[in-house]
């Protein structure tokens, strides 16, 4: 495993907490509007850390951190991440991790061996929009269909099928989790959001986070919302979760 990245405290990337936040890089997407770009594409430009430098700093901060927020990129695409997690827990630190859902047999398995207190995962965009906005093709994340034999709408592939399984795992599953969207004008619209709302209906979290480019990304065709506009999204998705909050607005 490689770490790309340590913040020592953060106060907002596991909220309710006073935790640090570990990096990794590289990811399966390609979301042009990413704030981590440089640390997906090219890893080899952050300086790394061992899992013994990051367990020796744990170490030394019992008692200031009282948790740990793990992101990339995307953690699981690293297999051997439970090598990390298993020895932070054991020094008594709530986990929380950030994943796109790509990946549910790990997610299931981090679930069952409990060493993550709290998963926030990304909800890109509705069906029809996902991959756009996610700045993949199909072939690249999965266009196999399940079952060769279907007909209809039981005909779905393989990406699609993986993101249902991972929402249904934290909503049934998981002791704590959130679901966020990073609103883009200039990608997302109203059916994106209807679309969202029957995805991860009965839902305990939903955040709606808004858009905000980076000093390297004022030259893309894209704008956050304001926070008029956050508002009515909030409205076509409300009564379909337990808790529905925007993030990024003034």
């Not at 950030?98 to 061996?113: A, S, V, Y």
Request: aromatic residues 10%; charged residues 30%.
């Amino acid at each position: 495993m490689v770490i790309s990245g340590l913040q020592k405290v953060t106060l907002l990337d596991y909220p309710g907490h006073i935790a640090c936040t570990i990096f990794f890089g590289n990811c399966n997407l390609r979301c042009p509007f990413c704030h981590n770009m440089e640390l997906v594409l090219h890893p080899e430009h952050f300086p790394t850390f061992t899992k013994e430098q990051i367990l020796d700093f744990l170490k030394e901060r019992q008692g200031k951190l009282n948790g740990v927020a793990i992101t990339g990129g995307e953690p699981l695409l690293n297999k051997d991440i439970e090598d990390l997690l298993i020895p932070i827990k054991e020094l008594g630190y709530p986990v929380k991790l950030d994943t796109n859902g790509f990946f549910p047999e790990m997610i299931e398995k981090l679930i069952d061996d409990k060493l993550v207190d709290r998963f926030a995962m990304d909800v890109k965009a509705g069906w029809n929009n996902y991959l756009k906005v996610a700045g993949v093709d199909s072939n690249s994340v999965g266009a196999d269909i399940i079952r060769p034999d279907c007909t209809g709408e039981a005909c779905e592939p393989a990406w699609k099928s993986k993101l249902k399984k991972s929402i249904s795992l934290l909503m049934n599953k998981a002791n704590d989790y959130e679901f966020r969207t990073t609103c883009v004008k200039g990608l997302h619209s109203d059916e994106d959001f209807y679309e969202i709302k029957e995805m991860i209906r009965g839902a305990k979290n939903y955040f709606l986070q808004n858009y905000k480019a980076a000093p390297d990304m004022k030259d893309l065709p894209y704008k956050p919302f304001t926070r008029e506009e956050l508002e009515h999204f909030k409205d076509i998705i409300k009564d379909s979760v337990q808790n529905i909050e925007i993030r990024g607005v003034d």
